[in-house]
């Protein structure tokens, strides 16, 4: 697994380098660094797993490995979309207001 730290967006809460203190470091503002070049061991990954689901700002992100290689497919339906389209034709029907 591989992380990624955003300091731009980091607000100094610290709540990763309690959790990871080998990944993350503060500096003498609160901000957080990464420590090295952000490829996590297999032994840390819960604690930095815990780093990144509780970072309030959502600074550290996981690069690649869990995105699907291909989007499903949207759901498919036999009923026709436009057929609950919004208009002023049937505006009584769904409470447009002017």
Known sequence: MKIRLDRTVCDGF???AKHAPGYFSLDDWGYASL???GTV?????DAVMN?????PVHAI?????RRPDVAPPP???AEDPSAHL?????????GFTR
């Open 75 to 77: 759901p498919r339906s």
């Open 86 to 94: 919004k208009t002023e034709a049937n505006e009584a029907e769904w």
């Open 41 to 45: 061991a297999e032994p840390d990954l």
């Open 61 to 65: 992100t996981e690069l690649g490995e």
């Open 14 to 16: 610290g709540i990763c």
């Open 51 to 55: 780093a990144l689901m509780d970072c």
């Open 35 to 37: 420590i090295g070049d």
